[in-house]
């Protein structure tokens, strides 16, 4: 079946040590999204990429970063995790802008 | 600040009868509309996409639509205790927006 994977499901990471959530789509769609969603909140964009092409979110602190090396994978680095980046990490997929979103089933992140 | 309200709840309704969750959005440029169902410490599933006015009907859900008064509802018939979850609404006009969800519980 055609889906949204992501890996690792749980990760836990120490104050101000890098860490890497991956994402992988065999829908084949353009465009990519990374959410971030705390508890009893809305999922909050951090950034899409349309093809190649990466728009970030006015809001999104410097700490986030990603990478798209091909159609199918996508990165987020969390250069310096802090406290408050303890959150559920949501990748999505669409066909195009403005269509529906397909998400994967998450990254829950723990910083001690 | 273009943005997309939903009443948090939670709604609470029997088994059996007729849910009704509102969403209403900011932005008229907002072309595509969609309803999300998420579980507790799950990820967000599709349910219904709307694009333009009027009905549109899926098994149990009907969503609806209406650009002129900016509002955008979802019709849950026959609940189940299994719908209980959280509803997001989500807007895609300049940008994607989402509310920050209805928490509907369907009591036995």
């Known amino acids: 079946d055609a889906m949204v994977i992501q890996n690792p499901r749980y990760q836990v990471t120490q104050f101000g040590k890098p860490v890497t959530l991956s994402c992988s789509q065999t829908l084949n769609h353009n465009v990519m999204y990374w959410y971030q969603q705390k508890s009893s909140q809305a999922p909050k964009l951090l950034f899409h990429?349309?093809?190649?092409?990466?728009?970030n979110e006015a809001d999104t602190p410097d700490n986030f970063q990603s990478r798209r090396p091909n159609t199918s994978f996508c990165f987020l680095d969390i250069r310096s995790p802090g406290l408050g980046d303890a959150a559920m990490y949501l990748c999505?997929?669409?066909?195009?802008?403005?269509?529906?979103?397909?998400f994967g089933p998450g990254t829950r992140l723990t910083v001690t | 600040q273009k943005e997309v309200e939903q009443n948090s709840g939670p709604l609470s309704v029997p088994e059996g009868a007729i849910a009704s969750l509102n969403c209403t959005y900011s932005?008229?440029?907002?072309?595509?509309f969609f309803w999300y169902r998420q579980y507790s410490g799950k990820s967000p599933e599709l349910i219904m996409s709307?694009?333009?006015?009027g009905d549109k009907e899926d098994g149990r859900f009907t969503a609806q639509l209406n650009k002129a008064s900016q509002y955008v509802s979802l019709l849950i018939r026959d609940s189940q205790p299994s719908d209980s979850a959280t509803y997001l609404c989500e807007s895609s006009g300049d940008k994607l927006t989402f509310g920050t969800g209805t928490r509907l519980a369907v009591r036995p």
């Open positions: 990429y349309y093809d190649k092409d990466f728009n």
């Open positions: 709307i694009y333009s006015n």
């Open positions: 999505a997929t669409s066909r195009d802008q403005g269509y529906e979103q397909y």
């Open positions: 932005d008229r440029g907002s072309q595509s």
